[in-house]
């Protein structure tokens, strides 16, 4: 993936992203192709390629970016040390991106949302880590500490996801905190 802030690389990208997304909604993710995603975004194939390695990469940039928005709020808010609030801001995520959560778990993506979610989570842990006084936080083995939370929190999350969205998020961190 490119990582231009060039203009009209982000606007061919945007554009290549919202055809992905569409065709996602209309067919298989596995069935569709590069053409397909070109002919619906009316761009050519060497814009494409000239932004993404592939169809996947298309899909990783854009979970980066939610992923690095995410964790930019996380900890302009500190709310690693609030589980509640923590809770708040990945609902909110969910809530800002929910048409794409959706389409992901619709076509069995989600394990890409997890790999991405351990890989950014753990490195940003990880260098946190290094300046933490809190002995907890402080050793190698708080990277266990970090990937049970993610998985605990994913499946939270998971669950929430397959069974509509339709317990108040509130109620369920209430649950969780007893």
């Known amino acids: 993936m490119n990582l231009t ?10 554009a290549i992203l ?21 002919l619906e975004s009316k761009l050519t194939r060497k ?17 980066d970016s939610i992923i690095f928005e995410y964790l930019s709020e996380v900890l302009r808010n ?15 995520f ?16 989600e394990h890409l949302l997890l790999n991405q979610l351990n890989t950014h989570i753990l490195s940003n842990h ?19 500490l970090c990937v049970f939370n993610i998985g605990g929190i994913w499946n939270i999350v998971n669950m929430w996801i397959r069974t509509g969205m339709k317990e108040p998020m509130e109620d369920i ?3 969780i905190e007893m």
Request: glycine share 2%.
């Open 5 to 14: 802030q060039n203009p009209v690389a982000m606007r061919s990208k945007k």
């Open 18 to 38: 919202k055809a992905l997304l569409k065709l996602m909604k209309e067919m298989p993710y596995e069935e569709i192709t590069v053409k397909q995603i070109l």
């Open 47 to 63: 814009t494409f390629y000239r932004n993404f390695d592939n169809k996947k990469d298309v899909l990783d940039s854009y979970i």
């Open 78 to 92: 500190n709310a690693c040390k609030n589980s509640h609030f923590l809770f708040e801001i990945i609902v909110s």
């Open 94 to 109: 969910l809530e800002q991106y929910k048409e794409v959560v959706s389409i992901l778990w619709q076509n069995g993506l």
């Open 126 to 144: 990880r260098m946190h880590r290094e300046s933490s006084t809190d002995s907890v936080l402080s050793g190698e083995m708080s990277d266990y």
């Open 173 to 175: 961190i209430k649950t």
